[in-house]
Each structure stands twice: as structure tokens, then as C-alpha cells.
């Protein structure tokens, strides 16, 4: 039987469709949360990320401030960039595209945004709330998973999740999330021993590898829950019929464009899993999705108390 397949692209409209009420209610307070984006140099991905971005503001009404300093840039000087953003009241959240230039410290630059702005999650502030268990701003692309999860009625209580990858943008942050979701965790990565057969024994597998199509089916369990996190342009046209044997509308697409995306799930698990996100189309939506979430958060737990007379809800 074919996977379910769980699409990005519906979740993040209700994500949406539920975070133009509390739009509507900020700004009726004379409150229009703002998103400042900052874009150091003109790596070609980066400026694509960055657009997607702002549009997403523009789509939902928030105010954005797109910054672009030139990569030559020092690490002070960005520095004192992100000081006065984390001065502006009219801006909620600061997002530094990454990667920065090499000559720039980007850990310092990261440690540098206010927390109460941290929309990408990634301050040291917000990881130490994560851990915790009381999260306010949570790393988008893991806490997009977790909408998943929740809006496709997915239970996480006691499953066994498996997490393959452990940085601090996806692998860490998501295992700690559904640990806080009362499933029971494990992390796999490079070292890991016998990675088929740990990964066979759950019931929900997140992939965040960064490795074109590594999760086969003789990975997954049959009517597992299977998250693809993963991004990967494929230019090569042996790989891409190996991935796309069985999928002759993909490897028509593929042939005339020159290259195609994958994720870090092979196309065939699709045939062994119970659900599937795709790629493209599956978590991607949902990280700009989860970023709006975040600035819109952070605007009312910032100023929302100010507007309303009162306390601010998390
Ligand atoms: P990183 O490169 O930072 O981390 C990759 C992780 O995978 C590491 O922990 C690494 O292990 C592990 N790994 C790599 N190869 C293997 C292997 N052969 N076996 C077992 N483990 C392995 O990547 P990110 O977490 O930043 O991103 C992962 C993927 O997700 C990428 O494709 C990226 O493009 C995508 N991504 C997608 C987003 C979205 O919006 N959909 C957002 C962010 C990322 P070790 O630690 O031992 O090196």
C-alpha cells in the first residue's frame, strides 16, 4: 500500500489561515510585527532563502526590513548592525541568513541578537529554554515537524523516534522536541553502528542527513511515519534515473530541467511507510511557515502586554 503523503503545502496554509487572527488582533493594537532580515554578501542560495522570506511577510501583512551588507563586512561591523536592530521597537525578529563570509565570527554574531528577537531560535538562550521544556522561540524547520505531527493527528506518545542527524539546526533541537512529546528517542549520525537496523525498529524516522536519497525502504518499517527534511539538488542524470526508476513523471522532470531536489529519503519508501512527506513541498514550506509563527510570537510576548494593559500569553 502507498504512503499517505503529508503535504507541507496544506499545513502551512492553516498555519497561516490561524496566524491571520492573531495578525489582525496585533494590529488592531497598533502593533504590525516586523521581521528584519539580514543578507550579508550575494551567495546566489542564500538571496533565494531570503526572498522566500520577505514575501512571506509581505503575503501575511508583516512589516519587513530587508538588510543587505556587502560580504566584505567585519564581524563588528555586524555587530553593531544587530545592536541597533535589537534597538528598533518596530522590529521583533532579527534572522541572519547563513552561512556568513568566512572573516565573520557568525557564533558571535548569533549570540548577539537579543533572545526575545531570536525568531531562528539558534541564541544559547533559547536552545537552554528548549531543553528545559519551556520553549517560547523553537529552531523553525523542527518545530515545523512538529506541526506536522500534530495536524495530521500523528501520536507521538511512547512511539519510538528515531532522528538521523544531530545538528544544532535540526537533528538536536527536533530530538528534543520529541522527547518533550513523550516519545522515546534515539539520535543517529555518522558513527552510529548497524544505522539500517536502529532506524528499522521506529515508528516515526525524521531525516536531516544532508545525503541524497540515503533512506531506502530496507530502512523503514512498514506503515512508519517518515519526515524528509532534506535538501539536495541532484544534477546527475545516473542518479537521478536511480531514484526516479519508478517515478517516470520525476525522471521526465529531471531530464527537462537538468537537475531536480531530492530529499534524504529514497522516492521508493514511499511504497513501505504509513506516511511520507515529499521533496519539495513537504517540511521546506513549513520553516518559512514556522519563522512567520515565530515573529508574530515574539511581537506579542515583546509588545502584546504593552498594547493590551496586561500579561503577555507564551
Ligand atoms: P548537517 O550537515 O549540519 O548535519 C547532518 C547530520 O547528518 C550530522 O549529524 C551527520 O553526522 C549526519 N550524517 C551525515 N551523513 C551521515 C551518514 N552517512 N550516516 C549517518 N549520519 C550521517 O545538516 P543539517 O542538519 O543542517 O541539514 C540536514 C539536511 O536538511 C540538509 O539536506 C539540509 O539541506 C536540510 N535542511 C532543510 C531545511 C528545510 O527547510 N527543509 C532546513 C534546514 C536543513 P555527524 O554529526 O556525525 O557528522
New binding site residues.
Partial sequence: MAAQILSGITIRDQIYADLAGDIVKLTSAGIRPGLAAVLVGENPASKVYVKSKIAACEKLGLASFHITPPASMTTEELLALIRELNHRDEVDGILVQLPLPPQIDSKRILEAIDPAKDVDGFHPVSVGHLVAGRPALVA??PA?VMEIFKRSGIALEGANAVV????????KPMALLLIHANATVTV?????RN?PEVVRRADIVV?????AC?VTPEYVRPGATVID????RVTDAAQAEGFFAHFPERLAEFRAKGHALV??VHPDVASVAGALTP?PG???P???AMLMSNTVKAARLRRGSRAAGGSARP
Wanted: positive net charge; glycine residues 22%; proline residues 0%.
Fill in positions: 523553525c524547520t515545523g538521523l542527524g544531530r545538528s544544532d539546526i535540526v537533528g543517529c549520525h555518522s558513527k552510529t544505522l531525516a536531516a542527513l544532508g545525503r540515503m527534511v532534506g535538501i539536495n530529499g534524504d521533496v513537504g517540511v521546506g513549513l520553516t518559512i
